[in-house]
């Protein structure tokens, strides 16, 4: 993409090397953060969860002291929960944000619907939605067991079909064990209202995109029009922007595209040092913005992805550097090993802090039982495929 030609005198210019530091100290990524883990799962505006462990890997990587059992006990408590929002995927919220921001991308997930129309001949939604309803408010349900339901119900329709139809329709939890630190546990699904009662918040508080634009901003800024909407994965959200406007302030990147910010938000110096961090797949830095150099090299943008499989990936000086895995039990003494594999050469003093910013986020995700690891460095400049 060629940039386009600033003009000098609109907005002020925000380099590449800018806008990452301005984002990394709004992921709490710059330096670690001295707060609750529920006060960084609200300001993060939720943690992508397609997987059960990632969650806590982005908390290690940003606050001070983490550890796993306080979200645990999060989830535990009802005060933190999984379900599906933003982009239609699973993400970790506090209770509030699972009520209010759920309505807010609904009409985003119900569009989910249109692929799955041919499974549905004859099936009437609002039916649909009753009755799934009815099913797992009585008790949660596992999905298989859901979908079976549904299927009996309506044994023309196709069964993927109508479980997906139930997600798309009903803010469903998935209710614990799963999520829970070093817990198993089946997908098991009830409504956001049953599981989190009356005391979860009002739905109606933070829907609205006049309320979730500027959170967005705060957790991710500056960001273009494009950006947000690739965050949430709704569109037509100029109109908003056009409101908020006098309560923004305006930029433009590299490229000349107009960046939007809240007014106090931190900016820091481009200068200012950023320590390697280990990164979870599917980390929502790297998901949240349709301009992701300012963290993402374009030279690296494919190889964080093994298919439409995500790789664990870390940071050197702010910018994805390379991938990570964890393997137990491979050394002769029973420790485990993290490999980390770097896209570029790194300095000697660059690898000592990975490694040592590996070992500290193993320590903080690890209990005094669990095996300790050594790092390893694989060959530079060769992407992995494993995942």
């Known amino acids: 993409m060629a940039p386009k030609t600033t003009d000098p005198l609109s907005h002020p210019l925000l380099t590449t090397r800018a806008l990452n530091r301005a984002t990394l100290?709004?992921?709490?990524?710059?330096?670690?953060?001295?707060?609750?883990?529920?006060?960084?799962?609200?300001?993060?505006?939720?943690?992508?969860?397609?997987?059960?462990?990632?969650?806590?890997?982005?908390?290690?990587?940003?606050?001070?002291?983490?550890?796993?059992?306080?979200?645990?006990?999060?989830?535990?408590?009802?005060?933190?929960?999984?379900?599906?929002?933003?982009?239609?995927?699973?993400?970790?919220?506090?209770?509030?944000?699972?009520?209010?921001?759920?309505?807010?991308?609904?009409?985003?997930?119900?569009?989910?619907?249109?692929?799955f129309?041919?499974?549905?001949?004859?099936?009437?939604?609002?039916?649909?939605?009753?009755?799934?309803?009815?099913?797992?408010?009585?008790?949660?349900?596992?999905?298989?067991?859901?979908?079976?339901?549904?299927a009996e119900r309506w044994p023309g329709a196709d069964p993927l079909a109508l479980s997906v139809?139930?997600?798309?329709?009903?803010?469903?939890?998935?209710?614990?064990?799963?999520?829970?630190?070093?817990?198993?546990?089946?997908?098991?699904?009830?409504?956001?209202?049953?599981?989190?009662?009356?005391?979860?918040?009002?739905?109606?508080?933070?829907?609205?995109?006049?309320t979730a634009v500027p959170r967005y901003l705060a957790a991710f800024g500056p960001a273009s029009v494009q950006d947000t909407?690739?965050?949430?994965?709704?569109?037509?959200?100029?109109?908003?922007?056009?409101?908020?406007?006098?309560?923004?302030?305006?930029?433009?990147?590299?490229?000349?595209?107009?960046?939007f910010d809240l007014p106090d938000a931190p900016r820091p110096d481009p200068g200012t040092p950023a320590p390697p961090r280990f990164l979870p797949e599917y980390d929502n830095l790297l998901l949240s913005h349709a301009d992701r150099t300012r963290v993402v090299p374009l030279a690296y943008r494919k190889l964080i992805w093994n298919g439409?499989?995500?790789?664990?990936?870390f940071l050197v000086d702010g910018f994805l550097a390379g991938i990570w895995r964890l393997e137990d039990g491979t050394e002769g003494d029973g420790r485990g090993t993290l490999t980390v594999r770097s896209f570029g050469a790194l300095t000697r003093a660059q690898r000592d802090a990975v490694a040592e910013e590996g070992e500290r986020m193993l320590g903080s995700l690890s209990s005094a039982t669990s095996p300790s690891y050594v790092v390893r460095f694989a060959d530079l400049s060769v992407p992995s495929t494993a995942g």
């Not at 439409?308 to 990936?313: A, K, V, W």
């Open 165 to 210: 139809a139930a997600r798309c329709l009903l803010p469903l939890v998935q209710v614990t064990p799963r999520g829970l630190w070093g817990r198993g546990g089946q997908v098991t699904l009830t409504t956001a209202q049953k599981w989190f009662g009356a005391e979860g918040g009002d739905a109606a508080a933070g829907s609205a995109p006049d």
């Open 229 to 259: 909407q690739t965050w949430c994965r709704l569109t037509r959200l100029a109109p908003v922007f056009e409101r908020l406007r006098d309560q923004l302030r305006t930029f433009q990147d590299e490229y000349g595209v107009e960046l």
């Open 308 to 313: 439409n499989q995500g790789h664990r990936t």
């Open 117 to 150: 129309r041919a499974g549905l001949v004859g099936v009437d939604l609002d039916r649909l939605a009753a009755y799934s309803r009815e099913l797992v408010e009585e008790r949660p349900l596992p999905l298989k067991e859901l979908k079976a339901a549904l």
């Open 25 to 115: 100290a709004r992921q709490l990524l710059l330096r670690r953060a001295a707060m609750s883990a529920k006060d960084a799962v609200t300001h993060l505006v939720g943690l992508q969860a397609q997987n059960v462990k990632p969650p806590y890997i982005q908390l290690a990587a940003r606050l001070d002291g983490f550890d796993p059992a306080e979200l645990s006990g999060l989830m535990a408590s009802r005060e933190v929960g999984r379900m599906v929002t933003l982009r239609s995927t699973i993400h970790t919220h506090t209770a509030e944000d699972c009520l209010a921001l759920r309505p807010f991308v609904q009409p985003m997930i119900e569009r989910e619907l249109r692929t």
